[in-house]
T-cell receptor, first 118, second 113 residues
Framework: GAVVSQHPSRVICKSGTSVKIECRSL??????MFWYRQFPKQSLMLMAT?????????EQGVEKDKFLINHASLTLSTLTVTSAHPEDSSFYIC??????????????FGPGTRLTVL | QKEVEQDPGPLSVPEGAIVSLNCTYS??????FMWYRQYSRKGPELLMY????GNKEDGRFTAQVDKSSKYISLFIRDSQPSDSATYLC?????????????FGSGTRLSIRP
């Protein structure tokens, strides 16, 4: 299957700082990437859809000024959590569509980034 | 009412048993159905996908879709301890770049040696 990487895998930061998470598609070009967050024992909640070369589309209730998304190339999308607070602590997962595959609605997930805000 | 309902479990079965995992949904527009496996603190891994109704088999895994009942299932034969994970069903209405995948809440499965 297609490979998606995320960096860092784990980050601990102080309240008020900003954290950047990178998502890369390693063996395909992803015009669309997705950012999810997952709380313990809960399902994935879509935060935003990131389209290469254009602004991200945010889900209702997600603050776009707090969760900055940049999709500057076909293989890289970044999520920046600005002025992080303890309630932002979560597991953040990105995924990417591989447009070259027949089943174009398949999403391939990165390994996730665990953010802990102290 | 959630668009996709999935029993969170936990479900515990002995090694070698047949496991049945299920989801129901309310949106009749869903056409693509997927099952993901997620190990603790890892990203989800695509296991199976099907389009519309019918069965699909891949090794020990069989996915079933019954669109008339809005019900999908994943069967695991000869279950192994390594199958212990959370299983998420997922579905979407189309394959345009704007379509969203809706996930179930996940079922935690434990296979006892």
């Amino acid at each position: 299957g297609a490979v998606v990487s995320q960096h860092p895998s784990r980050v601990i930061c102080k309240s008020g700082t900003s954290v950047k998470i990178e998502c890369r598609s390693l063996d395909f070009q992803a015009t669309t990437m997705f950012w999810y967050r997952q709380f313990p024992k809960q399902s994935l909640m879509l935060m935003a859809t990131s389209n290469e070369g254009s602004k991200a589309t945010y889900e209702q209730g997600v603050e776009k000024d707090k969760f900055l998304i940049n999709h500057a190339s076909l293989t890289l999308s970044t999520l920046t959590v600005t002025s992080a607070h303890p309630e932002d602590s979560s597991f953040y997962i990105c995924s990417a569509r591989d447009p070259g595959r027949v089943f174009t609605d398949t999403q391939y997930f990165g390994p996730g980034t665990r953010l802990t805000v102290l | 009412q959630k668009e996709v309902e999935q029993d969170p479990g936990p479900l515990s079965v002995p090694e070698g048993a047949i496991v049945s995992l299920n989801c129901t949904y309310s949106n009749s527009a869903f056409q693509y159905f997927m099952w993901y496996r997620q190990y603790s603190r890892k990203g989800p891994e695509l296991l199976m996908y099907t389009y519309s109704s019918g069965n699909k088999e891949d090794g020990r895994f069989t996915a079933q879709v019954d669109k008339s009942s809005k019900y999908i299932s994943l069967f695991i034969r000869d279950s192994q301890p390594s199958d212990s994970a959370t299983y998420l069903c997922a579905m979407s209405a189309g394959y345009s770049s704007a379509s969203k995948i809706i996930f179930g809440s996940g079922t935690r499965l434990s296979i006892r040696p």
